[in-house]
């Protein structure tokens, strides 16, 4: 019985990771979207999304029917309610990067510009800051999950930088309005995915440390 447990388990475990790296991949595609201005990467990019749409579906499964049938203890018990939160957000995840991929949609029919350099730094950030959270988690390293915190209020930083800049844009560049405007709405999906990852960085501390630090204000800002 506990062997079929850990198989289980290790399967749960294979499909949160996969979820992961799917949405991760969505990102890094939008966005390459938007430095090409290629609109059929783009729609590839929101395609990809019903991949982790599925997963999603099946991560749920398995842990309703690892409560449901193995009746898990302590640490897996923490593990398997996270888990169920977890999927949840990396869906999430996968859903602003096909909101970036339709900014790169629109992007692609406006006159070109270049994308500013901070808004490629954000993108590196929020999706490094995304796999790093779900390492933590699976290792069960809770350390490594408030190391995130800094690394979460820098993208929160540069964000607001970024909205600064492209506002100052809009008023002195009119002419470029709707490029700037989606700009922004690039930098909000990117500071969005790290608000993502700083949520899972807590699921970790929870599964790690059997803490809920959600609102004790330790981990900063949640989406």
């Not at 690892?66 to 999430?92: I, T």
């Not at 954000?122 to 699976?138: C, N």
């Amino acid at each position: 019985m506990e062997r079929r447990f850990d198989q289980e388990l290790a399967t749960l475990k294979d499909g949160l990771v996969l979820m992961g790296a799917r949405a991760e991949a969505i990102i890094h595609k939008a966005m390459e979207a938007v430095q090409r201005r290629d609109e059929h990467l783009a729609e590839e990019a929101i395609a990809d999304d019903r991949a982790v749409d599925r997963l999603e579906i099946d991560v749920e499964e398995s842990c309703v029917n690892l409560f449901a049938l193995r009746q898990p203890m302590a640490a897996d018990l923490r593990f398997l309610a996270a888990s169920l939160k977890l999927s949840n957000e990396l869906e999430r995840a996968g859903d602003h990067g096909v909101n970036i991929a339709g900014n790169a949609v629109r992007l692609s029919r406006l006159p070109r510009l270049p994308l500013p350099p901070e808004i490629a730094a954000l993108a590196v950030m929020a999706t490094d800051m995304l796999r790093d959270a779900l390492s933590a988690f699976m290792r069960r390293d809770a350390a490594s999950a408030r190391a995130l915190v800094p690394r979460d209020e820098r993208v929160d930083e540069l964000n607001r930088r970024i909205f600064k800049d492209l506002v100052a844009r809009m008023r002195s560049d009119p002419g470029n309005l709707s490029c700037y405007l989606e700009w922004i709405m690039i930098a909000r999906n990117l500071e969005r995915v790290a608000d993502l990852a700083t949520n899972i960085a807590e699921e970790g501390v929870f599964v790690s440390e059997a803490q809920v630090i959600k609102h004790d204000g330790r981990m900063g800002r949640r989406d």
